[in-house]
């Protein structure tokens, strides 16, 4: 069985004060919640202050971003390490933001990925086609290209660590979900493709979030597809009653 991981991710937004109050609202609100896996993924800045306030909670913590290296002089970057012991447990890598304005290819992204593995953490891998690409029918080939570079060289063994994340770019931040039956294609042919590549009994174990627009009254349709094993949510997620509803989706 997959457990469902909803992931909050906070991008540029919160002070240290606001992500901690936010933490502490969510923390109460979530608290029952047993069946979920719920990670929020604050700024850097934030990392260790949220750490604290996650203390004794069912609420872990995520980085947005890593650079490969554990250290040297790389000016501006944050190791995976230095993310541990800020006491993150996850690290979003390949974000389709972090593709579009910082340069992130399926390269770095394989790097950062198993950079991220080896020092402990949980890789949440973002795949996903901007909407040019689905206009001209590429999702496919993009996601298997997104795919085949990210995760190239994974062991078996690696993947207890990784998450994949499908969003599609024209759904992030814009409103437009992808339908449940766009969401879910992919998500099978994802599952398939790891499948062909890397085993079944991968393919089986690991968990392919959805994002883009996801939201309190879209989340129970499309958690009840039976690839789709969570959620990574942008703006729903920077309030702590929506995330909260969110991760309760059962009701
Ligand atoms: C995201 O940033 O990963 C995302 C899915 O954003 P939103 O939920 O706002 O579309």
């Given at each position: 069985m997959?457990?469902?991981?909803?992931?909050?991710?906070?991008?540029?937004?919160?002070?240290?004060?606001?992500?901690?109050?936010?933490?502490?609202?969510?923390?109460?609100?979530?608290?029952?919640?047993?069946?979920?896996?719920?990670?929020?993924?604050?700024?850097?800045?934030?990392?260790?202050?949220?750490?604290?306030?996650?203390?004794?909670?069912?609420?872990?913590?995520?980085?947005?971003?890593?650079?490969?290296?554990?250290?040297?002089?790389?000016?501006?970057e944050?190791?995976?390490?230095?993310?541990?012991?800020?006491?993150?447990?996850?690290?979003?890598?390949?974000?389709?933001?972090?593709?579009?304005?910082?340069?992130?290819?399926?390269?770095?992204?394989?790097?950062?990925?198993?950079?991220?593995?080896?020092?402990?953490?949980?890789?949440?891998?973002?795949?996903?086609?901007?909407?040019?690409?689905?206009?001209?029918?590429?999702?496919?080939?993009?996601?298997e290209?997104?795919?085949?570079?990210?995760?190239?060289?994974?062991?078996?063994?690696?993947?207890?660590?990784?998450?994949?994340?499908?969003?599609?770019?024209?759904?992030?931040?814009?409103?437009?979900?992808a339908?449940?039956?766009?969401?879910?294609?992919?998500?099978?042919?994802?599952?398939?493709?790891?499948?062909?590549?890397?085993g079944?009994?991968?393919?089986?174990?690991?968990?392919?979030?959805?994002?883009?627009?996801?939201?309190?009254?879209?989340?129970?349709?499309?958690?009840?597809?039976?690839?789709?094993?969570?959620?990574?949510?942008?703006?729903?997620?920077?309030?702590?009653?929506?995330?909260?509803?969110?991760?309760?989706?059962?009701?």
């Amino acid at each position: 069985m997959r457990k469902p991981l909803i992931a909050g991710n906070w991008k540029l937004f919160k002070t240290i004060g606001e992500a901690v109050d936010m933490l502490n609202e969510l923390k109460s609100l979530v608290s029952n919640n047993k069946e979920v896996e719920i990670v929020v993924a604050p700024v850097f800045t934030a990392l260790s202050s949220v750490s604290a306030a996650t203390a004794g909670s069912n609420i872990r913590l995520s980085a947005q971003d890593c650079y490969w290296e554990e250290e040297g002089a790389f000016t501006g970057e944050v190791s995976p390490k230095l993310l541990k012991d800020a006491g993150c447990s996850h690290v979003i890598i390949g974000h389709s933001e972090r593709r579009q304005y910082f340069g992130e290819t399926d390269l770095t992204v394989n790097k950062k990925t198993k950079a991220a593995i080896a020092a402990g953490l949980n890789a949440i891998v973002c795949v996903g086609e901007s909407l040019a690409e689905r206009e001209s029918e590429q999702t496919f080939s993009v996601i298997e290209t997104q795919i085949h570079g990210g995760l190239a060289g994974l062991s078996e063994k690696m993947f207890a660590q990784v998450i994949v994340a499908y969003e599609p770019v024209w759904a992030i931040g814009t409103g437009k979900t992808a339908s449940e039956d766009q969401a879910q294609e992919v998500h099978i042919f994802i599952r398939q493709l790891l499948a062909r590549l890397f085993g079944k009994s991968v393919a089986d174990a690991v968990r392919i979030l959805y994002g883009g627009s996801v939201k309190p009254e879209n989340v129970k349709g499309l958690m009840g597809q039976p690839d789709i094993d969570g959620a990574l949510v942008g703006g729903a997620s920077l309030k702590a009653d929506s995330f909260a509803a969110i991760t309760n989706f059962k009701g």
